[in-house]
């Protein structure tokens, strides 16, 4: 059979070098139905999470054609690990935190919109290194909704690594950045 195959909607991103960047929330999806339960698929985590894209909007990576993009950012929203053990939430933490996102506490109910979580340090009568609402001093319960990521600003560690199979570099992101906190090191 002879085949015509059309290439000019097939775009391969190059990746861009590993540092932190500014960028906006393009998209937001979850595995999530409207009850909040995880939708099952075949081979897919079990653990609710959601799913980021965000666009370069600053420096030389800023409004190219077409824009530069990182998807596939992975942001885990609870669940256990591998080995049955709570999933630590940071990058969830690192999200909010960066974006000062709206948000309220799930304990309180006090709007927490653009604060930061109280760190316990185990000196000050609450655990070291555990996340605290900053008004009841409950272990923190961040109440958002997704679709209010849409659009926010952030900043983000972007790695590089080979596609899997591939010799291909493509981004990774597994930290977010908060706009008052010191560079690259993530
Ligand atoms: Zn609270």
């Known amino acids: 059979m002879r085949i015509k195959a059309d290439f000019s909607d097939t775009v391969e991103q190059q990746a861009i070098p590993k540092d932190v960047y500014h960028a906006i929330i393009q998209k937001v999806e979850t595995n999530l139905d409207d009850q909040g339960n995880v939708i099952f698929r075949e081979g897919k985590t079990k653990n609710p999470m959601m799913t980021l894209t965000c666009q ?3 420096g030389e990576y800023a409004n190219t054609s077409p824009p530069t993009k990182i998807g596939n950012i992975n942001v885990m929203l609870g669940g256990t690990t591998q ?3 709570p999933m630590p939430l940071f990058m969830l933490a690192n ?3 960066s974006t000062r996102c709206k948000a309220s506490c799930g304990s309180c109910s006090a ?4 604060k930061l979580m109280y760190r316990g340090t185990g ?3 609450y655990e070291a290194g555990h996340y605290y609402c900053p008004e009841c001093k409950a272990k923190a319960i961040f109440e958002f909704d997704s679709d209010d990521l849409l659009g926010l600003p952030c900043r983000i560690a972007v790695d590089v690594e080979k596609a899997q199979g591939s010799d291909r570099d493509r981004n990774t992101v597994k930290k977010f950045l908060r706009e008052d906190a010191a560079d690259a090191s993530a």
């Open 56 to 58: 370069i909007d600053e």
């Open 83 to 85: 080995k049955g053990a």
């Open 95 to 97: 999200l909010v935190e």
């Open 111 to 114: 709007d927490l919109t653009g």
């Open 123 to 125: 000196k000050d009568g």
